[in-house]
Structures are given as structure tokens and as C-alpha cells.
T-cell receptor, first 113, second 111 residues
Framework: GENVEQHPSTLSVQEGDSAVIKCTYS??????FPWYKQELGKRPQLIID?????GEKKDQRIAVTLNKTAKHFSLHITETQPEDSAVYFC????????????FGTGTSLTVIP | EAGVAQSPRYKIIEKRQSVAFWCNPI?????LYWYQQILGQGPKLLIQ????????DSQLPKDRFSAERLKGVDSTLKIQPAKLEDSAVYLC?????????FGEGSRLTVL
């Protein structure tokens, strides 16, 4: 099955700085790569996703990049704010062939005011 | 639109006891997932249903865990007998066109 690795496991940044979280995957057939944000005691919520036919996607302060050849994708958060503090999970999935989602181990992001 | 509903939110049991969790997915979502999230780890897929059929249960410890999705809507996940290592949050998620929607989760503590 798919194996998703995520780094770093913890990340502290000053407010206003950028944060980058990286993930690698093993299954070249994976074609959908979502990122979830999970605040303490709450459900994971989708913040951005990218499909394998796209190299980059942006949504305000959040962007995701995908390198299919290297099998890695990254989450970029610019101008970080204290409310960005949470655990972030990457995932890889094969949409339309099984739809199983495999998650990374998570990155705990702390934004220091 | 109503989200994924789960109950109970919290459950504390002794080891070797049994427990059941219930999930009601978003209306119309054909795919339903149960994930186990141990503290500090990412969600681990236990079982995936497409309507009322099982798509993937390869990581479900079948000697103690069981799940069903009768009529292709609600689902129940049961653990019997529970072990200490089953302490985790059990997340239910549903999907129709790719995006996963999670419930709030059921936090299980096994003493």
C-alpha cells in the first residue's frame, strides 16, 4: 500500500514568517494530495488540495506544490499568524481507483506572537 | 449541510470490555471510512465502505474489531474485547467526490 512520510514533526516560527511542511509518497498511482489542519480536540479540516495534473495551487496565504517525478509535495504558509498554530496532516489518495486515503504522521506548527 | 455525526464523543472502559461507536455520514455520501488516531500520530485507516460493501479492511484487527454499514448509510464500529492499546480517537469520515469530511471523533480510553 501507500506510504506517506511527513517532515518535520514539529515546527516553530515567529509570527509573520513562513512555514514549510514536506511530504513524500511511495505509490506513483496516487493522484490526489490534500492537506488537513487539526486544532486540539477538533476534527481534521481540509485546507487545500492538489491533483496530480497540477504542479502548484494557491489560496491566499496557503500554497501547495507537487513534484510527481520525485513523489513529494509541500505545504507553504506565508505571513503566519497565531491562529495557524495546529497540527497539519498531508495525505495521498488514488481517486477513482479505490479512494483510499493515507495520512502522514503530522506536523505540530506553533506560531510565536 | 449537516456534517458527519459521531457518538459517543467520549468513552472510558476497562480492558476486555466491549464498546461500539456510531457514525452517520453526510447525506448522499457513498464512501464511509473509519480511522484510528492514536495521540501524536496521523489517522490510520481501519475500514472503508462503498455503500454497504467493504472496499478495504486490510488494517482492521479482525480478531477484536468489527464494522458494518447496513443499508449503506449509518455505520457502527465495535471493539470486543478492548485492549489498552486501543485507546485512541476513532474518526469517521465520508466522501462523495474525493474530499474527505471528518466527524468530531469518538475518544476511547481503555483502563
Amino acid at each position: 500500500g501507500e506510504n506517506v512520510e511527513q517532515h518535520p514533526s514539529t515546527l516553530s516560527v515567529q509570527e509573520g514568517d513562513s512555514a514549510v511542511i514536506k511530504c513524500t509518497y511511495s505509490d506513483s498511482a496516487s493522484n490526489y494530495f490534500p492537506w488537513y489542519k487539526q486544532e486540539l480536540g477538533k476534527r481534521p479540516q481540509l485546507i487545500i488540495d492538489i491533483r496530480s495534473n497540477v504542479g502548484e495551487k494557491k489560496d491566499q496565504r496557503i500554497a501547495v506544490t507537487l513534484n510527481k517525478t520525485a513523489k513529494h509535495f509541500s505545504l507553504h504558509i506565508t505571513e503566519t499568524q497565531p491562529e495557524d498554530s495546529a497540527v497539519y496532516f498531508c495525505a495521498a489518495a488514488r481517486l477513482n481507483t479505490g479512494n483510499q486515503f493515507y495520512f502522514g504522521t503530522g506536523t505540530s506548527l506553533t506560531v510565536i506572537p | 449541510e449537516a456534517g458527519v455525526a459521531q457518538s459517543p464523543r467520549y468513552k472510558i472502559i476497562e480492558k476486555r470490555q466491549s464498546v461500539a461507536f456510531w457514525c452517520n455520514p453526510i447525506s448522499g455520501h457513498a464512501t464511509l471510512y473509519w480511522y484510528q488516531q492514536i495521540l501524536g500520530q496521523g489517522p490510520k485507516l481501519l475500514i472503508q465502505f462503498q455503500n454497504n460493501g467493504v472496499v478495504d479492511d486490510s488494517q482492521l484487527p479482525k480478531d477484536r474489531f468489527s464494522a458494518e454499514r447496513l443499508k449503506g448509510v449509518d455505520s457502527t464500529l465495535k471493539i470486543q474485547p478492548a485492549k489498552l492499546e486501543d485507546s485512541a480517537v476513532y474518526l469517521c469520515a465520508s466522501s462523495q467526490f474525493g474530499e474527505l469530511f471528518f466527524g468530531e471523533g469518538s475518544r476511547l480510553t481503555v483502563l
